[in-house]
């Protein structure tokens, strides 16, 4: 039995992440509730492989119990978070995921004490979804100690998987949120925009405020009390960003939400291997300190699904090495800011 099992592992980044796994000799256990999906997986990748619903506890026990982690790539994590970890919880199982999901980050942190006193780390976020921001806001607090605000700004570049797209309609009646003081505060999507230089070639563009996972999570990494985090879209789409935010009450009737789930599962593929090979992103990070001092950070890196797979497969391969501090973690609070640079292609500048 391998110390590895991969969850949702047949969904589009769950198959990146098994395909590079096994490339890479992590000889994962495959595992996902469709039995169909998982079989012929697994004889493409030459893997074992477990058939579980999340809603099976003794089966998700009994798969777990030789593991040593699991890397769960089912999303939306709302909807597959809790089952997972309390299985990890019970077989003293480490928890990885890939969620971007705020309220998720903040729901798995809820239970960091618990899984402190079972010897296990929780680890949500793994993906590009929190991994070089963390990071990235975790340097330039290093960088500025007395800082108390923090911005996050990313630019990816050719598109999202169906997965991810679904996971945007289960959360499209949230609104925005920023950390101000220390606590999640809602605010309406896409409040505040400005310009940021990406660098690269990047200079000068537009941003708007969305509730990114850096939220939740760059609080407990940095301990700077207020968060904003941005997107990088043109003008135009934050007016409809903004537009969007007043037809939200319809867009969350579970029929339209429904409409929508469906209208995602026929449209959207996922980026390509050609898109992946191409694309890039990017990540900005700037400190401000009360009296107005400053730096500012960034990071240049892989396409976002390509990183996804880079940082999920280095973070599993830490926890399977025993480098798993126990309770609720973040990417950089365990691993440190430097994390992102051990991923090829990954490049740092200070610029202020
Ligand atoms: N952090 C990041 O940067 C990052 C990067 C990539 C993706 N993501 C997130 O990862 C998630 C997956 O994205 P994707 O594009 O790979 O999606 P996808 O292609 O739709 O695959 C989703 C996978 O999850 C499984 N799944 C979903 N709900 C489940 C449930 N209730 N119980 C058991 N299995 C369930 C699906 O199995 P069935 O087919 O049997 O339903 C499938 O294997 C999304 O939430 C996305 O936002 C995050």
Known sequence: MSDL?????????????????????LDPVLAGRERRSLESQAARLGCEFEVVALDEPKVLDMVLSDATAVLNCAGPFARTWKPMVEACLRTETHYLDITGERTVFEAIHDQGDRAADAGVMLLPGVGFDVVPTDCLAAHVAQRLPDADRLELAFRAENGVSRGTAKTMVEHVDGGGAVRRDGRIERVPIAHESR??????????????????????????????????????????????????????????????????????????????????????SYVWGEATTADGERVVSRLRGPHTYALTVETALATARRALDGDAPVGFQTPAGAYGPDLILGVEGVEREDVV
């Open 5 to 25: 099992v991969v969850y949702g592992s047949y969904g589009y980044t769950g198959t990146l992440i098994a395909e590079a796994a096994t490339e890479r000799g």
């Open 195 to 280: 310009t940021v230089d990406f660098g690269w070639g990047l200079d000068g563009q537009h941003v708007a405020a969305i509730p990114w996972g850096d939220v939740a999570t760059a609080y407990y990494t940095t301990g700077v009390p207020n968060v904003t985090t941005y997107m990088a879209m043109p003008e135009r789409a934050v007016q409809l960003q903004r537009a969007a935010g007043l037809v939200t009450p319809l867009l969350s009737l579970p029929p339209v939400r429904t409409g929508l789930q469906w209208l995602i599962e026929q449209t959207t593929e996922g980026p390509d291997a050609d898109e992946r090979e191409r694309g890039e």
